[in-house]
């Protein structure tokens, strides 16, 4: 199974500030299949990033999603008040498809 | 527009069954990949099992192998999760998921809003 690690757990910033987010991999994750996931309170999880570097139909592309192997990154260029949320990284090159801890993007 | 709809949650005994379905509408349901995902509360993300869009494959987290069974009626449009020897810590809101993919490897890019099941005594 691979593990994933995201980093940090939280992140402070304000709007209109840049956000960088971490995801890191037990095991390289094939082709990169790695996708990055926004989730705000009551809401199901939506699609922000695909194969690691894909932005998603209707996704701003303020977000923009990097790396390869088992290092990975989502950033966030300016943050609009809406972009406040968890942030979820998930492997799906093998089963389980597993997803990291999250992490919370607050003010 | 495209949905899909989770239904069949609910409250129920350790040690029982229970079944969730998901209507699809919108687009050709029978040409993706369908995923339940679930959320236990205040907790992360945990992906539990992947059919693929005509049934051929199906895979499953190791918690809940053996005891879930996940199915697809594709002339209904419906992905169906049977649970058995329910636990508490199946506790959680159940999500279905669409991959992008004909598979299990495009990531998911349509959700529900999610079940809710409770096991408890």
């Known amino acids: 199974e691979i593990v994933l690690t995201q980093s940090p757990g939280t992140l402070s910033l304000s709007p209109g500030e840049r956000a960088t987010l971490s995801c890191r991999a037990s095991?390289?994750?094939?082709?990169?299949?790695l996708a990055w996931y926004q989730q705000k309170p009551g809401q199901a999880p939506r699609l922000l990033i695909y194969d690691a570097s894909s932005r998603a139909t209707g996704i701003p592309d303020r977000f923009n999603g990097s790396g390869s192997g088992t290092d990975f990154t989502l950033t966030i260029s300016r943050l609009e008040p809406e972009d406040f949320a968890v942030y979820y990284c998930q492997q799906y090159g093998s089963s389980p498809f597993t997803f990291g801890p999250g992490t919370k993007v607050d003010i | 527009q495209e949905q899909v709809v989770e239904s069949g949650g609910g409250v129920v005994q350790p040690g029982r069954s229970l079944r969730l379905s998901c209507a699809a509408s919108g687009f050709t349901f029978s040409s993706y990949g369908m995923h339940w995902v679930r959320q236990a509360p205040g907790k992360g993300l945990e992906w539990v099992a992947v059919?693929?869009?005509?049934?051929?494959?199906?895979y499953y987290v190791d918690s809940v192998k053996g005891r879930f069974t996940i199915s697809r009626d594709n002339s209904k449009k419906t992905l169906y999760l049977q649970m058995n020897s329910l636990r508490a810590e199946d506790t959680a809101v159940y999500y279905c998921a669409r991959d992008r993919s004909y598979m299990a490897f495009g990531g998911f890019d349509l959700w529900g809003r999610g079940t809710l099941v409770t096991v408890s005594s």
């Open positions: 095991q390289s994750v094939n082709s990169s299949y």
């Open positions: 059919i693929w869009y005509d049934g051929s494959e199906k």
